[in-house]
């Protein structure tokens, strides 16, 4: 099993940044090169995805509300991929999931593990 925990989420003003970190433990996640997406959801509306990384890191995929203003980046050695969000508007506000999967997909049945989210609000 693998176990995905997200942190960093807060609240924010509207052009400002927050850094999202996702944290991977479990024997079975040592033992594969998952790739890693971000994607999120707002209330009462889908979970959209956001951006992805492959296990090397160069390979990234933005949706392209986000592209210019989010980054993706991943340290293996520390099991955790990061999302720097610059730039933020009220519609970033959304709960904000991390996932593991074999290919840096933007779709969700692309991925097999899942964290529990974590929020980020911003204000206008």
């Known amino acids: 099993q693998v176990q995905l925990v997200e942190s960093g989420g807060g609240l924010v003003q509207a052009g400002g940044s927050l850094r999202l970190s996702c944290t991977a433990s479990?024997?079975?996640?040592?033992?594969?090169?998952?790739?890693m997406g971000w994607f999120r959801q707002a209330p009462g509306k889908e979970r959209d995805f956001v951006a992805a990384?492959?296990?090397?890191?160069?390979?990234?995929n933005y949706a392209d509300p986000v592209k210019g203003r989010f980054t993706i980046s991943r340290d293996n050695a520390k099991n955790t991929v990061y999302l720097q969000m610059n730039s933020l508007n009220p519609d970033d506000t959304a709960l904000y999931y991390c996932?593991?999967?074999?290919?840096?997909?933007?779709?969700?049945?692309?991925?097999?593990?899942w964290g529990q989210g974590t929020q980020v609000t911003v204000s206008s």
């Open positions: 990384i492959s296990w090397s890191g160069g390979n990234t």
């Open positions: 996932a593991a999967g074999a290919i840096p997909s933007a779709t969700m049945t692309s991925y097999r593990y």
């Open positions: 479990g024997r079975t996640f040592s033992s594969y090169n998952y790739a």
